[in-house]
């Protein structure tokens, strides 16, 4: 074989190779969930679990095609001048719901695409969960994911159903969080890490260290992120509209 015959035999190897590859990659929305987080380094496995303590963004990654997630708070006003708190206490759910409605189709327009639940005053915590629940469902049917953050105990988790919970995450405690969360209150939605963000850096580095030692598996930190990317394909941009 002459060496320009030889030349382009091994270009149409690459060629050919390259097309593969690509045939291969892995790309959110359209590969299964399981091969894009096995496409996913430790590093990014650990970082698309954590927002920012003021919750405004999740992390990206564009070489997967995973987008970022925009986060509002509700408005403790509900935008209308009357707080939140004050229309609850009404106990009048179809008030709430239609408020909440209101506010979730409004945002939604400014491309926001989850809202972290309101915190309202009321003693009776019954009460509170009814109403914080008929909010967290406004918004979700809706498409907007509703956010829980700050949680701690699993009381509240049977009537408010959010999608996405905002909690104190470590490495010691996630499969246990999960198995509370999942087998006790018949959570089915996410777990997410919430601090600031000075903190983020030294949060992943625990993680992955926790993973490199043995002392969390990886495969309980996978469910976490399989369980995220769940939630990203609601969003509008992957639906196809």
């Keep these: 074989m002459s060496k320009r015959g030889l030349f382009s035999l091994i270009l149409l190897m690459a060629a050919m190779t390259l097309t593969v590859s690509c045939a291969r990659k892995a790309v959110f929305g359209k590969s299964p969930v399981g091969k894009v987080v096995a496409a996913m380094t430790l590093e990014e496995k650990a970082r698309i679990l954590v927002c920012e303590g003021d919750a405004t963004q999740t992390y990206a ?13 509700c408005p403790s006003d509900l935008g209308i001048g009357v707080e939140a708190s004050m229309i609850a206490q009404g106990w009048n759910l179809n008030l709430v719901r239609e408020v909440a409605t209101a506010i979730g189709v409004g945002l939604k327009r400014t491309g926001t695409d989850w809202i972290v639940l309101p915190e ?11 109403i914080t629940a008929a909010i967290a469902e406004s918004f979700q049917s809706n498409g907007i994911g509703a ?3 700050g949680y701690e105990t699993g009381t509240v988790i049977p009537s408010v159903r959010p999608w996405i919970i905002m909690t104190r995450l470590t490495p010691g405690n996630m499969a246990d969080m999960d198995s ?29 260290e926790s993973v490199r030692s043995g002392e969390l598996k990886e495969s309980v930190l996978d469910i976490y992120v399989e ?12 639906q196809g509209y």
Aim: hydrophobic share 50%; with cysteine; net charge negative.
């Design 61 to 73: 990654i564009p070489r997967l095609g995973i987008p970022s997630v925009n986060i509002s708070e």
């Design 120 to 130: 309202l005053e009321i003693k009776d915590s019954r009460i509170c969960n009814i």
């Design 147 to 149: 956010v829980l953050r």
């Design 180 to 208: 509370v969360l999942r087998n006790e209150y018949s959570f089915d939605g996410v777990i997410m890490a919430s601090m600031e963000s000075d903190s983020i850096s030294a949060w992943v580095n625990t993680l992955v």
């Design 227 to 238: 369980r995220l990317l769940g939630v990203l394909a609601l969003l509008p941009e992957m």
